[in-house]
């Protein structure tokens, strides 16, 4: 009798189902310590970037093949007064909303803009981006359709009142003309992964820096060559854009760029660029 009332009043039987898990786990961390061949996926986020999953493997080899660095050899500059002579050509740049339909730049040039573009620098030289070029008239107007549907949303529901308020001196609604008058369409996807020979991802650092980077660029190309554009980042678009596109899953629409001539009765806003002084601090 003494017995039983001692084994049911134990502690070790009170909670054996506790104990158990315990021993449980306890081996099975023992045991992926012993035998970590098998890794599981793991996810790496940087700067609020989304999570990617990328798989791990026994041996770790770099995205480019490991070669002697090279002497340094500077490119050309436009000096003297380079500096002087670039801002008074970005200075002109704006973002138009009037394109002249019939004025259709040559191919080469886009292509040449986006060469520059393409030199931007990226994390461990992924280079993350792709830009599609759109001439196509059809497709335009699927771009235009789709991005009108979710801008009417957008104005309408899910932007803030405040929003839509700050975007009022700007004239811009839901409407968006320019999408099929514009020459071109240069839609900037950010590549969130990229993928090996053998079919496995490799992370692709910044991704979203360095195309905003190359985006940047390509901007100042465009206005080096003449031609003017908008820069749209349109809200909720791009699955079914990327979807249009055809393109695949592991890119992301980060820029939408009208491109062309701009027509005769162009207008723009009346705006002032903020001072030096308020750009700028010295240390």
Known sequence: ?????????????????????????????KYFIKNPKRKPQKKY??????DIEVEETDELQPALEEKPHLPFVAGINLNPNGAERFYRLVQGRRSIRSFRSQS?????????CIRAAGTAPSGAHTEP????????????????????????????????????????????NHIKE???????????????????????????YYNEI?????????????????LASLVTTPLNCGPALRTLLQRPVNEKL?????VGYPAEDCKVPDLQR????KIMVKY
């Not at 986020?45 to 989304?50: A, G, P, S």
């Not at 360095?210 to 390509?218: K, Y």
């Open 1 to 29: 009798m003494e017995v039983e009332t001692l084994i049911g009043s134990s502690k070790i039987l009170k909670y054996w189902a506790s104990l158990l898990i315990g021993l449980v786990l306890f081996f099975s961390i």
């Open 45 to 50: 986020t940087l700067d609020n970037e989304e």
């Open 104 to 112: 259709i730049p040559d191919l080469s040039i886009i292509e040449d």
């Open 129 to 172: 981006w792709t830009f599609c070029v759109v001439e196509n008239s059809e497709v335009k107007q699927s771009i235009r359709e789709i991005v009108e549907q979710e801008e009417l949303m957008n104005y309408s529901q899910r932007m803030h009142p405040q929003w839509v308020t700050d975007l009022r001196p700007l004239q811009t």
């Open 178 to 204: 320019y999408l099929t008058v514009a020459p071109y369409l240069i839609l900037i996807f950010k590549q969130t992964y990229g993928l090996s020979p053998d079919g496995r991802r490799k992370r692709h």
């Open 210 to 226: 360095s195309t905003s980077i190359a985006g940047g660029i390509l901007l100042c190309a465009l206005q080096a060559a003449g």
């Open 254 to 258: 980060l820029i939408l760029l009208a």
């Open 274 to 277: 903020k001072e030096l002084s």
